[in-house]
């Protein structure tokens, strides 16, 4: 594998990684991460849609989940509730995200990466997100990525912007990113 980035579909030998980043990235540890996801969980998002990671050096050093509504549906989760509430979008639409970077790999442009894969895997699909306000960031590397703001909620005394996408695939496969 040598010195060189790998962006791929996880596999569930890949979920001690996912969790081991989540849990350096929570804000009490100084990250910006909201949320903490269970093992279960990202197993059951396994299942249901492709989670893309980040390798370098066979540590990794990215992820990028995403889930249906349907599964979402299955366990409470009130923040992305409060996010729906906010924007349902489409029918076929899905839930983006968390998405993490190590703090050493930030920068180099692994989120566009795993954001392009993703959109090879889940054409012509809408996806959701919510973004703390503040996280300035964050808001500006989505947006950077042709993401448009829909939507605000409030919760958990935090304000929270609603992101979203949705970039047709054309018939020679290239994606149309207005």
Do not use: W
Request: overall charge positive.
């Amino acid at each position: 594998m040598g010195n060189s980035i790998v962006i791929k579909v996880a596999t569930i030998y890949d979920l001690d990684g996912i969790i081991k980043l989540q849990t350096a990235n929570q804000t009490f540890r100084g990250g910006t991460l909201s949320g903490e996801l269970t093992a279960y969980q990202i197993k059951e998002m396994m299942t249901d849609m492709p989670q893309i990671i980040a390798k370098f050096d066979n540590e990794i050093v990215g992820f990028l989940l995403t889930t249906s509504k349907s599964v979402h549906n299955k366990r409470e989760f009130p923040i992305v509730d409060a996010m729906l509430a906010s924007y349902l979008g489409s029918p076929n639409s899905y839930i983006y995200g968390p998405i993490c970077v190590s703090q050493n790999q930030r920068g180099n442009g692994l989120a566009q990466l795993m954001f392009q894969e993703l959109l090879k895997l889940e054409p012509n699909r809408e996806g959701i997100l919510f973004i703390k306000s503040d996280n300035l960031t964050s808001l500006r590397a989505h947006e950077k990525m042709r993401m448009k703001k829909v939507s605000s909620f409030y919760f958990n005394n935090a304000d929270f912007d609603v992101y979203a996408y949705f970039f047709p695939i054309k018939k020679d496969n290239n994606l149309i990113m207005k």
